[in-house]
C-alpha cells in the first residue's frame, strides 16, 4: 500500500463511515430535550412563546426522521452532501427555534455549537467551513433580529446589552476553536488508524515472503507422489514398447521430463525448509541486506563499524527478523532520498548496546519538524526546491513512521537530529539528517556458541 493509496482511502471512504441511524438517534434526543424546554418554560416558568411555530419547527424535525427511519435501511452510510445537508438542516431549525425564543438573550443558544462539532469531525474542510460561515451568520442575525421573550404577565426576559455581545462572542470564538479541535483530533485518530493499517500489511508482506520457503517446500512434499506414479508408468511402457522405437521414444521423454521435476522440486525443498542459518547473520551483513535496493541510485553508502566498550572482538550476528530490515530500508531511503552525495550508516556494538546511526550529507530534518518526526501524515505542502531535488518523491512522513513502529517493535530506541561529526570522512563532511537506532544486546543478539553448535546429520545428496 503506497501513501497514495493511503491517502485515496482516507479521503473517499471517510466521509461515508457515519450512519444514518446515528444521525437519527441524535436529532431524537435534540427534539425531546426542544419538547422538554418548551414544556417545563410554558407550565412551570409561565413563558408567553410562539408554541404553535415552535411545535411546527420540532413537528418537521420529527417528520424527517420518520420519513428516514422508514424509507432507508438502518445500515445506510450518509455521503458528504447528506451529511452536509442534514447537519445544515439541524443549524437552521435550531437558529429558527432560538429567533422564537429571545435569540441570544435565551441561555440555549449555546447549543447551536453541537451541529458544527459535528460536521468538523466527519465533513472535508470547505464544507465545514460552509457550515461555520452560516452558523456565525446565524448567530450575527440573532443578535438584532429575535423575537423577545416575555411572561404571561407581560414581563420582558432580557439581558444586558454587553453580556449580549458577550454570548455572541463566545458562540464565534467556540465555533472557531472547536471546529479546528474535534477536526485536528479527527484527523490525527485517521491518520494514526490508516498508518498502523499499512505498518501492519508491510510487516504481513515481509512475513509471507518468509513464509513462502514453507509453501514450496509443502509443494515439493505433495507433488512427489504424483511424479513418482508417472516415473513408474512410463518404465512399464518402455518395457512394453520395446516393438515399437517411436513410441518408446516418447516414453522415453516422460521418464526424463519427470525426474527433472523430481530433481527441481527436491532442490526447491531444499530452500524452503527452515533453515536456522537463515534466522541470522552478522550485524554488518544485515545492513547490507537492507540497503542493497538503493545501491544504484547515485548516492555512495558507506557502512562503517566501531566495537564499543566491553564489546565483542567479532561483529555480533543478529536476527534477520523483516521488521528489522524493512525499517532500516526505509530509514535508509529516507536519507538516500535527501543526501547530496553519500549516506553514511555508522555501527558500534558494546557489551550490552548494538548502535545504528544513519547520516547523510543533505539539508537534515526541518527544525521545526523535528518533535514531530515519526508521525503519520506530517508533511507539508512541497516547496519548488524539494520537488527539484526529489522529483519523484509523493510520501506523506508514512514510511519514517512504519520505520519507527517496526522497529520499536523489536525493542529498538529511534531518535532524530540534525548536525554533523567532528570528523569529516573522506566523501565529506557528515552534516545533514542523523538517525539513531539502539537496541539492547540481548533483544537482537544471537548466543554465537549456539548459532554455530551442530544442527543435526548431514543428510546425503541423492542424484
Same mark, same amino acid.
Given at each position: 500500500m503506497t501513501d497514495a493509496d493511503i491517502g485515496i482511502y482516507g479521503e473517499g471512504r471517510r466521509a461515508n463511515w457515519i450512519r444514518l441511524r446515528t444521525m437519527i438517534l441524535l436529532r431524537w434526543f435534540a427534539i425531546a430535550g426542544q419538547l422538554a424546554?418548551?414544556?417545563?418554560? #410554558?407550565?412551570?416558568?409561565?413563558?408567553?412563546? $410562539?408554541?404553535? %411555530?415552535?411545535? =411546527?419547527?420540532?413537528?418537521?424535525?420529527?417528520?424527517?426522521?420518520?420519513?428516514?427511519?422508514?424509507?432507508?435501511? #438502518?445500515?445506510?452510510?450518509?455521503?458528504?452532501? $447528506?451529511?452536509? %445537508?442534514?447537519? =445544515?438542516?439541524d443549524v437552521l431549525q435550531l437558529a429558527f427555534l432560538l429567533f422564537l425564543t429571545g435569540g441570544l438573550h435565551n441561555p440555549f443558544s449555546l447549543l447551536i455549537l453541537a451541529p458544527v462539532t459535528v460536521s468538523a469531525a466527519v465533513l472535508p474542510l470547505a464544507r465545514t467551513v460552509f457550515l461555520n460561515i452560516t452558523a456565525f451568520a446565524l448567530v450575527t442575525g440573532l443578535v438584532f433580529y429575535h423575537l423577545p421573550l416575555t411572561t404571561e404577565a407581560g414581563e420582558l426576559l432580557r439581558i444586558p446589552d454587553l453580556f449580549v455581545f458577550g454570548q455572541w462572542a463566545a458562540i464565534t470564538i467556540a465555533l472557531i476553536f472547536i471546529s479546528i479541535y474535534a477536526r485536528r483530533i479527527t484527523q490525527e485518530m485517521h491518520s494514526m488508524g490508516d498508518a498502523l493499517a499499512a505498518t501492519q500489511m508491510a510487516l504481513g508482506r515481509a512475513q509471507k515472503l518468509n513464509d513462502l520457503g514453507g509453501v514450496v517446500a509443502a509443494a515439493a512434499h505433495e507433488l512427489g507422489t504424483p511424479l513418482a506414479t508417472i516415473k513408474l508408468t512410463s518404465s512399464e511402457l518402455i518395457e512394453e514398447l520395446d516393438d515399437r522405437p517411436e513410441l518408446q521414444s516418447d516414453a522415453l521423454l516422460i521418464r526424463e521430463q519427470a525426474d527433472r521435476c523430481r530433481d527441481i522440486l527436491r532442490s526447491m525443498g531444499r530452500v524452503g525448509k527452515d533453515d536456522l542459518q537463515l534466522r541470522q547473520a552478522p550485524l554488518l551483513e544485515v545492513i547490507r541486506e537492507a540497503a542493497e535496493p538503493h545501491e544504484d541510485r547515485g548516492k555512495v553508502i558507506r557502512v562503517e563499524a566501531q566495537r564499543g566498550p566491553g564489546g565483542s572482538e567479532e561483529e555480533p550476528l543478529v536476527l534477520r527478523r523483516p521488521e528489522i530490515i524493512h525499517g532500516l530500508r526505509n530509514l535508509i531511503q529516507n536519507a538516500v532520498d535527501f543526501a547530496r552525495s553519500t549516506v553514511w550508516i555508522e555501527t558500534l556494538w558494546s557489551d550490552d548496546l548494538v548502535s545504528i546511526r544513519i547520516v547523510d550529507d543533505g539539508s537534515g530534518f526541518p527544525p521545526h519538524l523535528l518533535g514531530r518526526i515519526g508521525d503519520p501524515f506530517m508533511r507539508s505542502r512541497r516547496t519548488e526546491t524539494d520537488r527539484g531535488q526529489r522529483p519523484a518523491y509523493e510520501g506523506m512522513g508514512l514510511g519514517l513512521f512504519i520505520a519507527k513502529t517496526l522497529?520499536?517493535?523489536?525493542?529498538?530506541?529511534?531518535?532524530?537530529?540534525?548536525?554533523?561529526?567532528?570528523?569529516?570522512?573522506?566523501?565529506?563532511?557528515?552534516?545533514?539528517?542523523?538517525?539513531?537506532?539502539?537496541?539492547?544486546?540481548?533483544?537482537?543478539?544471537?548466543?554465537?556458541?549456539?548459532?554455530?553448535?551442530?544442527?543435526?546429520q548431514n543428510r546425503p545428496f541423492e542424484g
Open positions: 424546554a418548551i414544556v417545563v418554560a #410554558e407550565q412551570v416558568y409561565r413563558m408567553d412563546l $410562539e408554541t404553535g %411555530l415552535c411545535i =411546527l419547527a420540532i413537528g418537521i424535525s420529527i417528520i424527517g426522521n420518520l420519513v428516514a427511519m422508514f424509507i432507508f435501511p #438502518e445500515n445506510k452510510r450518509l455521503s458528504e452532501t $447528506e451529511n452536509l %445537508l442534514m447537519v =445544515l438542516f522497529l520499536e517493535r523489536t525493542g529498538a530506541e529511534l531518535s532524530f537530529a540534525n548536525g554533523s561529526d567532528p570528523f569529516a570522512g573522506s566523501g565529506g563532511p557528515r552534516r545533514g539528517a542523523i538517525v539513531e537506532v539502539v537496541w539492547p544486546l540481548s533483544a537482537v543478539a544471537v548466543d554465537t556458541r549456539a548459532a554455530r553448535a551442530p544442527m543435526g
